[in-house]
């Protein structure tokens, strides 16, 4: 076994290395700041011809979405998960026939300020029914614990003390529609995505199809304090 | 059957022999515990909690080790664990394992021979007590490699039957097949180690790794899941089904079996004898109440840890107790440890590390230097290490390398702590601990544990021998450090006098050592006590000395091996299976 306490046990001099170094950094490109009002133009008007507003499905900060179909929440998502969804709709390594074209006929400039517009910009939870109160619980319990019999570890394990994420590359759950998440969770039981660890694959298996209803009635309902409390409209 | 504790080597017993239809009974002195609920987020991040506090260890305020440095001392009680970790609860230190796993060489088991061999006596400091096994490589391969496809160990095989396999490991030992799974996915510092390494003409290699690349079934049925690289293994229990342990690879199965019988948080007091001293009757255990049980039993098997090992064999009065100034007694004897510590590489700031994203077994590595690897003739010591970039955490309170000459406090040691965090590569040796008569295991006369009975008293420093090798390979580290582009490196290697106070390693080995002959070995190839057949002492308390590699993987081999004789010769005959 070793451990990062082992860096204690080497007390002997400092040597300096001189000409043997090497650089190895990859070269700083000149980075360009997302503009975020932009992508709050793009959200709102999408890129014509080809692009419509994203806002249609997902939302901005005026409005928009019902948290019906496929589509999900994204506001307050990590920017980096954003991102890599859609250069991975952009790819095809994400099938998606709504998300396809839409990512594709944005430019690299375009993906990063419509990203981070979503990523930064706090929306309201729409009021939306809570599902059956036992649906729920379940849900919390796998969410929370697990499941021993299941050999299934708890959703919080990455995703983060009741759903809240771990960014960069994990998203929350926390307030993610019912119908979003378990649509996800049947595309991995059925090996339809591929842009994400292994392991969610294993685990859409292991959950089967009424345990996957509780997990997604059960964080569609969370509030993680870290995001914006309910719309009172 | 009883065994006495239930970690790696409990469980392991237990289940191959609950399914010859033998009644088992587990006894195990800390508290149940599995994956779902115990090993869950957040709690299991809990750094003070199990890093610091040592949550999974032996409860030393009611069971230290005493310890001191030669025999001329007086020992004292550990009372914070530091230097090693011994585990306690179901599954035992197999949980809390960081998974590296390895298979020890050929010239290991034949240790004493393969160097008198090749270099004459000559070379052995006159203090040193290697010797052979008992066991060939040739003979454990088959266990080792069933061990190797109970955990799904991931790796890349470096030689199959003899033919090296471009990617592997030159200087493994021959093996039959390919690794279960593919070796894990190779960081950033293991790549800045392979680059270094290689402009050098080393051999790097992936490490293997029981923390798995991709999910994978046993041949018990049960299911590994792939590693997500959180950080948090050794010292830890995995909360994603993706660490090999009792919990994951064994215990679902035994605790199935209606003829096997857990008992959690019972501590066994003693093996009993019956008059003539040379057959067990069973074992004296208490339960957490603090009520006291006989249990009986025509086979107990001892798979506590070496040092719970050697000591249970000296409570229950079983073999004749090591006497370093006769050197009469075995019992004790050849206690050895594990040659660790290594250079810290420190880069520029262009380059970033990421330790938090690691696994606890995800490093690249290089055997020019490990075993008998290389020619010792012209160094005048015998043993070795590997190397690598083996970086297992990042986490906050452990991990924080600063330069020489770096305040131990305040702003600058903050401002070096920020500035290194993320641009720092830990490159590790560990090798050979060899054997002395100076160092041994015995009863300590003063201290007592929390049942009024003797604590177990370490005496050891590493032999003069240890420190010439591990002194060389610093050297050849910190070149390697300087070609990885290291702007300055920290050199590593061992010192004198060997302290408890700083994590080095949890493979403590020997004491309870396996061999030829009963004046000098504990138990015979099998792992049965010589002066009581119907005792088995399993784990790594049988090796006569500490190869290069972390243990695990060769304890596990080790088992099924002595399972092998149990099932197919002693159960038919019970008897001593070796007779002199």
């Known amino acids: ?46 890129v014509p011809p080809h692009v419509p507003a994203c806002t249609g499905c997902h939302a901005s900060s005026s409005g928009g979405s019902n948290g019906g179909g496929a589509f999900p929440r994204i506001a307050g998502q990590s920017l980096e998960y954003l991102d890599q969804q859609l250069r991975d709709f952009a790819t095809g390594v994400r099938v998606n026939g709504v998300m396809t074209p839409i990512a594709k006929g944005l430019s690299a400039e375009e993906i990063a300020d419509v990203t981070a517009y979503y990523a930064s910009v706090a929306i309201p939870f729409l009021p939306l029914a809570s599902g059956d109160p036992n649906l729920v619980k379940r849900g919390e319990q796998l969410a929370k614990i697990g499941d021993a019999a299941k050999d299934l570890q708890s959703c919080d394990d990455c995703h983060g003390p009741d759903g809240a994420g771990e960014p960069p590359a994990i998203p929350y759950l926390a307030g993610q529609y019912a119908h979003y998440i378990a649509s996800q969770l049947k595309q991995w039981q059925l090996g339809a995505r591929k842009n994400s660890p292994d392991s969610m694959e294993y685990i859409a ?29 | 059957m009883v065994t006495i504790g239930v970690g790696l080597t409990g469980s392991l017993m237990a289940l191959e022999l609950a399914k010859t239809g033998l009644k088992v009974v587990g006894i195990e002195r800390g508290a ?67 998974g590296q796993s390895f298979r020890f060489q050929v010239a290991d088991f034949i240790y004493k021979t393969h160097i008198e061999q090749r270099y004459g006596k000559k070379i052995l400091d006159p203090d040193l007590t290697i010797q052979d096994w008992g066991v060939t490589y040739d003979e454990l391969e088959p266990h080792f490699d069933r061990f190797e496809y109970l955990c799904g160990v991931s790796g890349k095989a470096g030689n199959i039957k003899g033919a090296i396999q471009p990617g592997g490991n030159p200087f493994e030992a021959p093996r039959a097949r390919e690794y279960p799974t593919p070796p894990m996915k190779e960081p950033y510092f293991g790549a800045l180690f392979r680059k270094g390494a290689e402009s050098l003409g080393y051999h790097p290699y992936p490490q293997p790794s029981a923390n798995l690349s991709r999910p ?13 690289f959180c950080g948090f293994c050794e010292r830890y229990a995995c909360e994603h089904f993706a660490k090999a342990s009792p919990q994951t690879v064994i215990l679902p199965t035994l605790l199935k079996k209606p003829n096997f019988e857990l008992r959690t948080n019972c501590q066994v007091l003693r093996i009993n004898l019956d008059s003539t001293g ?49 050197g009469e007694g075995a019992v004790g004897r050849n206690y050895c440890y594990q040659t660790t510590g290594g250079a810290t590489v420190f880069m520029d ?20 230097f490990g075993g008998d690897n290389f ?25 924080h390398p600063t330069p020489a000459g770096t305040p131990k406090w305040g702003r600058g040691w903050k401002e070096a702590v920020a500035r290194h965090y993320n641009h720092t590569v830990l490159v590790q040796q560990h090798g050979t601990s060899t054997a002395s008569r100076l160092n041994y295991l015995d009863l300590d006369p003063t201290y007592k544990d929390a049942w009024g009975q003797p604590l177990l008293r370490m005496t050891f420093d590493f032999p003069e021998n240890d420190i010439r090798m591990s002194q060389y390979i610093a050297d ?27 994590y080095q390693s949890t493979h403590n080995a020997g004491g309870a050592i396996m061999g030829e002959d009963p004046t000098t070995s504990v138990v015979n190839r099998y792992l049965q006590c010589w002066d009581v057949p119907n005792v088995f002492s399993v784990g790594a308390s049988a090796f006569p000395q500490n190869g290069s590699y972390n243990y695990s993987v060769t304890i596990g081999a080790l088992t099924y091996w002595a399972l092998d004789a149990i099932k197919n010769k002693y159960l038919r005959a019970p008897g001593p299976l070796v007779h002199t």
């Not at chain 1, 298996?205 to 409209?233: C, H, M, N, W």
């Open chain 1, 1 to 46: 076994m070793t451990a990062g306490r082992t860096v204690a046990l080497v007390t002997a001099g400092i040597a300096s290395t001189g000409a043997a170094w090497m650089a190895h950094a990859v070269a700083a490109a000149p980075t360009r700041q997302p503009d975020v009002g932009r992508g709050e133009i793009i959200a709102a008007q999408g």
């Open chain 1, 205 to 233: 298996k292991r959950l089967g199809d009424p345990d996957i209803e509780a997990v997604a009635a059960y964080f569609q309902q969370v509030r993680s304090a870290a995001q914006p409390t309910q719309s009172k409209e």
């Open chain 2, 32 to 98: 149940p515990r599995f994956t779902v609920p115990d090993f869950q987020s957040p709690a299991i991040h809990d750094e003070l909690r199990f890093s610091i506090r040592k949550a999974m260890m032996q409860d030393n305020v009611k069971e230290p080790v005493t310890f001191r440095n030669a025999s001329d001392q007086t020992a004292l009680p550990v009372r914070r664990w530091e230097s090693f970790l011994p585990g306690t609860g179901l599954g035992g230190a197999f949980v809390h394992w960081n």
């Open chain 2, 216 to 228: 994978y079934t046993n041949p018990e049925g049960l299911s590994l899941q792939q590693c997500v």
């Open chain 2, 278 to 326: 040379k057959k067990a009757t069973g074992v004296t255990y208490t339960d957490a109440a603090g009520t006291e049980f006989e249990q009986p039993a025509d086979l107990v098997l001892i798979t506590a840890f070496p040092l719970n090992n050697v000591r249970m064999l000296l409570l229950s009065g079983i073999g004749k107790p090591y006497d370093p100034k006769s």
């Open chain 2, 349 to 368: 700031e262009s380059i970033n590390v990421n330790p938090f994203m690691a696994s606890g077994a995800n490093g690249t590595m290089i055997d020019d």
């Open chain 2, 375 to 399: 020619d010792h003739g012209p160094l005048g010591f015998i043993g070795g290490q590997y190397v690598g970039a083996i970086m297992t955490n990042g986490r906050p309170i452990e991990f």
């Open chain 2, 476 to 502: 050849k580290v910190v070149e390697i450090g300087r070609a990885m582009g290291g702007k300055s490196v920290i050199r590593g290697g061992t010192k004198r006098p060997y302290t408890t106070t700083v």
